[in-house]
């Protein structure tokens, strides 16, 4: 047992029945899984046209809903279409379709959904991330008066739709049983367009108001042969301002050392490794060493040889990250849930003294 096990967590497989989501996928459901987690995600390539999620807004949150092609290694073929729809008001939602990978931040209140995968050619990613260790989210309901009531659900209070003396799970069956019988309604003709409200209100040009939360990724291309180019990310503020995130989507391709020795006062990280095609995600053949300690002289190091996250808390020294073995190219996310990213690193002088420097984006000049 080391002293740093509970930051290391072996995402686990979940096999599930969503329609239209390949399974399995890889999930990483925040405090059910690291008690000290500020993070709920999930890795899910979705490979038929489907509709899912009515309006509805997080209370506290930020959430970044994220669609990009399903095989890091070809990130840029996107060859999709899909509708989302974003507003302050669930009836006056304005609509935005995407056909290249892009990022959309939902601040906390911000009416978001329904989202409609139209059109799916070739698998596509989709993750909804949400910066807390429990997700939860609040829909809006009418009642028969009209009367607006607000509806509040998250994991660990939802129950089981088809069973009501069980905890919901997110295996996905009643999901799949309402996109079944709604496409055998359609056959026939006798099925209520659910969508058409919505489209109704994307016939109203967009005020632009909420173009400033959708951001298209950007190839990067680079020369370091240790990862795949172009590479793509994330890069907070700089690229969507007010936004509580920063992010790299690296192919490693070569056996190699990455970064350095580091720590982050005030902000933790996640390091990601899986693999590299969300389809196979679970196709993991390399073996990664990572050291991670209080002090930069007193580390332990921990051994990846499965699709991992590892939770580094403010204060805690990580690094190097050595890529030992690689059988096939990995993927490797370092994940920083704030706009801006910074690090201390440590330097020896000859005489022996240590001096400890900031490093970050967006310092003064």
Not at 180 to 187: P, V
Not at 324 to 333: E, N, Y
Request: negative net charge; proline residues 8%.
């Amino acid at each position: 047992m080391g002293r740093y096990d509970d930051l290391v967590f072996k995402i686990p497989v979940e096999n599930h029945e969503w329609y239209g989501f390949v399974s399995p996928r890889g999930f990483f459901r925040g405090t059910t899984m690291m008690p000290e987690a500020h993070l709920y995600m999930d890795f899910t390539a979705v490979d038929k046209a489907l509709i899912m999620e009515f309006p509805h807004t997080h209370h506290a949150a930020d959430e970044y809903l994220v669609f990009t092609g399903a095989d890091f290694r070809n990130f840029f073929e996107f060859d999709a279409e899909v509708d989302v729809w974003l507003g302050d008001d669930p009836e006056r939602m304005e609509m935005f379709t995407l056909t290249q990978p892009t990022i959309i931040r939902v601040p906390p209140k911000l009416y978001h959904c329904p989202v409609n995968f139209r059109r799916i050619s070739k698998p596509i990613m989709f993750s909804a991330v949400y910066l807390d260790g429990d997700w939860s989210k609040i829909n809006r309901r009418v009642d028969a008066e009209g009367r607006e009531e607000f509806q509040y659900d998250g994991a660990g209070i939802r129950r089981c739709t088809l069973d009501r003396a069980k905890e919901c799970i997110y295996c996905g069956k009643c999901f799949t049983a309402g996109q079944k019988e709604a496409l055998e309604q359609a056959k026939k003709g006798a099925s209520p367009d659910l969508l058409e409200p919505y489209y109704e209100m994307a016939k109203k040009p967009r005020t632009g108001k909420f173009d400033k939360y959708v951001h298209p990724y950007k190839p990067e291309p680079h020369g370091d042969p240790r990862f795949l180019s172009p590479r793509a990310g994330f890069r907070g503020v700089s690229e969507l301002p007010g936004s509580r995130l920063w992010y790299l989507y690296e192919v490693v391709q070569k056996e190699c050392e990455i970064g350095e020795l580091h720590m982050h006062h005030a902000v933790e990280e996640y390091l990601f490794f899986t693999g590299a095609d969300v389809n196979r995600f679970f196709d993991f053949d390399a073996e990664i060493e990572i050291r991670i300690g209080e002090s930069p002289d007193d580390l332990e190091t921990y051994t990846v040889t499965e699709p991992t996250v590892v939770r580094v808390p403010p204060g805690v020294w990580h690094g190097p990250v050595k890529v030992k073995r690689l059988g096939a190219p990995i993927h490797f996310m370092p994940f920083y849930p704030s706009g801006n990213y910074g690090r201390v690193v440590r330097s020896v002088k000859p005489d022996g003294a240590k001096s400890y420097v900031f490093e970050g984006t967006d310092l003064p000049k």
